[in-house]
């Protein structure tokens, strides 16, 4: 078995010290060009590769950073990491997606210079455990700009209030009023989304809201308080891969609306995929999108190209989310200057899902 090649059998061969070596091989500091070539040419020939590890603890960098992602199964976080991967890769670091989001003892046992969150509950529990005694740069991608964390962490935000309101605008431009919801359970941002609906709603028809909530899970009529559950109850298998599959839960809301005695004219699905199971299903039950009912999502991911009639959604760009916490972390590391509060674009995409009823 060949001897690995150190940089002290380099230094020997080249007649230097194993500093010059290093300031030679790194591109750092002054080395007589001679000496340089004769040390590059040696390095060359004998195949020297330098140990990754070694590297990163002379160097106090890894160029590697943790994103702490449970699930890459859903569109939405998926497109995140790939913004996350890709913005990376132009400045020279590596993600990597640690699939346990609260495993935080991966920050002691792997090599990385800083940590990537995506949701601030996920950031909040690592700020209130490993956090608090381990120092690594954070940052976390958000939909609440009212987050407190433990130690004061840069954040990406979606505002989810804006992105409710900018929803319910669009719709009651369009002539609607009688806005329903469709809700997979009832935590996170899915209870916020739901409490910013129900306080618009409010404002626009009173306790007449309650009518039009599609509240898959059912627990709203038990309390509006989250109640963090693990959402095993959606789980599905596909050949022993088992995701969390939002379709299905869409499709579950259809059939509550064809049950329910009072029928919104327009329904905010709580994201895309929930909203393409609900079209698929609502087909199939004999309603058409949008003439019976109006259909309007919340991401703008990229799989809305495959669907008839095309969603309107409120595009969040989960891949310029994730992209924005790549460079904020970048800028932590490498002493840039940066912002705390940093605010991710949204809009309206118009398709073909949301019917004009202002002059029916």
Same mark, same amino acid.
């Given at each position: @078995?060949e ?9 020997? #061969?080249? &007649? ?8 030679a091989?790194?591109?750092? &500091? ?10 590059l #040419? ?7 590769m ?9 160097? +106090?960098?890894?160029y ?26 132009? *400045?020279?670091? =590596? ?7 609260? /495993?935080?003892? @991966?920050?002691? *046992?792997?090599?990385a ?7 601030? $509950? ?5 700020a209130?455990?490993?956090?608090k005694?381990?120092?690594?740069p954070?940052?976390t991608? $958000? ?32 002539? =609607?009023r ?13 209870n916020l !989304?739901?409490?910013?609906?129900k ?9 007449e809201? +309650? +009518?039009?909530?599609? /509240? ?24 022993g891969?088992?995701?969390l599959?939002?379709?299905?839960? &869409?499709? !579950?809301?259809?059939? @509550?609306?064809q #049950?329910?005695? =009072?029928?919104?004219? %327009?329904?905010?699905?709580f994201?895309?995929?929930? %909203? ?29 190209e495959?669907?008839e ?7 969040i760009?989960?891949?310029r989310? &994730?992209a924005e ?8 590391? #490498?002493?840039?200057?940066? +912002?705390? @509060? ?9 398709g073909?899902t ?7």
């Amino acid at each position: @078995m060949e001897k690995n090649v150190t940089r002290k059998d380099i230094a020997i #061969e080249a &007649g230097v010290s194993v500093s010059v070596v290093s300031r030679a091989l790194n591109n750092s &500091g002054y080395v007589d060009n001679e000496k340089k070539k004769r040390i590059l #040419e040696i390095a060359n020939r004998v195949g020297y590769m330098p140990n990754p590890v070694a590297m990163a603890l002379q160097q +106090k960098k890894t160029y590697q950073l943790l994103f702490f992602c449970g699930d890459l199964t859903g569109t939405y976080y998926n497109q995140m990491y790939h913004g996350m991967a890709r913005e990376a890769e132009k *400045k020279g670091y =590596h993600v990597l997606a640690i699939m346990n989001e609260r /495993d935080f003892e @991966m920050v002691k *046992k792997t090599l990385a210079d800083g940590a990537l969150f995506p949701t601030e $509950s996920v950031a909040q529990a690592y700020a209130e455990s490993i956090g608090k005694n381990y120092y690594l740069p954070t940052v976390t991608a $958000s939909f609440d700009p009212s987050a407190v964390f433990a130690k004061p962490m840069p954040a990406v935000i979606i505002d989810n209030r804006k992105v409710i309101n900018t929803a319910i605008d669009y719709l009651r431009k369009k002539g =609607h009023r009688k806005i329903g919801m469709a809700l997979p359970f009832n935590e996170g941002y899915a209870n916020l !989304r739901y409490r910013y609906w129900k306080e618009r709603m409010m404002l626009e028809i009173g306790k007449e809201y +309650k +009518k039009y909530i599609l /509240d898959v899970q059912g627990d709203l009529d038990k309390t509006e308080t989250p109640k963090n559950s693990s959402q095993q109850d959606f789980s599905c298998e596909a050949e022993g891969f088992v995701y969390l599959d939002l379709f299905f839960i &869409g499709r !579950r809301a259809a059939r @509550m609306y064809q #049950e329910s005695a =009072h029928k919104p004219t %327009a329904i905010i699905c709580f994201n895309d995929d929930m %909203a393409f199971g609900m079209m698929e299903e609502l087909k199939a039950l004999g309603f058409r999108v949008p003439e019976d009912v109006s259909v309007i999502g919340i991401d703008g991911i990229f799989t809305r190209e495959r669907y008839e009639p095309k969603l309107t959604t409120i595009a969040i760009y989960p891949e310029r989310q &994730g992209a924005e916490c790549v460079d904020v972390l970048i800028n932590v590391l #490498e002493g840039n200057k940066y +912002k705390y @509060m940093n605010y991710s674009p949204f809009e309206i995409l118009e398709g073909e899902t949301v019917k004009n009823i202002a002059s029916v």
